[in-house]
């Protein structure tokens, strides 16, 4: 079992920064790849980023060089750092461990 909580968003001006965090529950939370995913109003949930528990990387086309990863397993947190938000990157962004999913936390940019 892992319980997942996502912290950190909120309301930013374009060309600003954020940074996310997933605190997980669970000993076995190092085995997972962690992934980023979010969903803006009207449009499917998709993909944002993920990290493997080897520390393998996968950022979205639409992120990469703005968007970074991490992990620290024994704080069993992963971070996702955002910078140079521009207003499509306003979503819910929720954090995904297999079948396990956070609640969700608000990033809004405006223009």
């Known amino acids: 079992q892992v319980h997942l909580v996502e912290s950190g968003g909120g309301l930013v001006q374009a060309g600003g920064s954020l940074r996310l965090s997933c605190a997980a529950s669970g000993r076995t939370f190092s085995s997972y790849t962690i992934h980023w995913y979010r969903q803006a109003p009207g449009k499917e949930r998709e993909l944002v980023a993920a990290i493997s528990s080897g520390g393998s990387t996968y950022y979205a086309d639409s992120v990469k060089g703005r968007f970074s990863i991490s992990r620290d397993n024994a704080k069993n947190t992963v971070y996702l750092q955002m910078n140079s938000l521009k207003p499509e990157d306003t979503a819910v962004y929720y954090c995904?461990?297999?079948?396990?999913w956070g609640q969700g936390t608000q990033v809004t940019v405006s223009s």
């Open positions: 995904n461990a297999g079948n396990y």
